[in-house]
């Protein structure tokens, strides 16, 4: 009988342990930047230490009460760590902080110089963003958009995987900036892409007699597209006559270039530009 009555009181002691033991509540959802509950119950006092990506403090409390983390406490997106410590026990629970919605984006746009009329050679990388700055893991879509002067609009939707989405585009047939914008949400970002004209295309010159010397001029050289090529482009004139040959190279001003050659009876002159090669000319008479 005696036997029974300490077994019993045991189990009546160990229960009033529990009762009073301390334990936790931590929420099942959370959202960055905003308020959140941490209750605690049981009898007594504790101390409560709380451990997060960009968080750790200790406070005490009457348990039972429920301690109240600010927007700023969970400003950081990850796994939060709640410890009760109360009478010699130790309770842990974990709990998870997600991203807000998309406020802000970061995009790259590569590269900011590229060709007219050339396919896939603008790639657009952003990273979709929180109001704190924490990626926004989840699928969300982000609409790019490349506008230029005289071409049709190109839009493209691409969702956001783990927080990046990327794309690419084709320039514009014609020269000149282009908008380059990303979208998501109530985010926009704008970058601006310069498009210059590609390789010549369809190169021509001709020639005609100056003092002591040929002239040759190109006509207005452009790309494929007709876009008139950036002064600064270098064009080869190369004569071969009897007594051997020779080579001119003339900067592109205002989009034409024009070089002097020695003077010849007879010869036979070509252009290039790059590896564009242009028409050739058999020159006879002169002076």
Known sequence: MRKQVLIFGAIILGLTRCLWAGDLRVPQKAVVNTAVAVGTQGEGSGTLYLIGPALCFKHAVRLGETVQLTPED??????????????????????????????????????????????????????????????????VPVDFTLTAEDSPIIHRTVDAHEGVAWTRMDSSRRSGNAQFTATSGEASVKRIVQQVAAEPCNLRFHARPAKAAILVETDPVRDCAGNAVPDGMIVTFTDLDPLGKSTVDAVVKKGIAQALLPAARRATISVAAGVVVGNEIHWEGGQ
């Open 74 to 139: 969970v400003r950081t997106a990850g796994v939060y760590t709640a410890i009760l410590r109360s009478d010699g026990n130790v309770v842990s629970r974990s709990f998870v902080v997600s991203p807000g919605p998309v406020e802000r984006m970061s995009f790259l746009a590569q590269p900011s110089r590229v060709p007219a009329n050339a396919r896939d050679v603008i790639t657009g990388t952003v990273f979709v963003l929180d109001r704190r700055d924490n990626l926004v893991l989840a699928p």
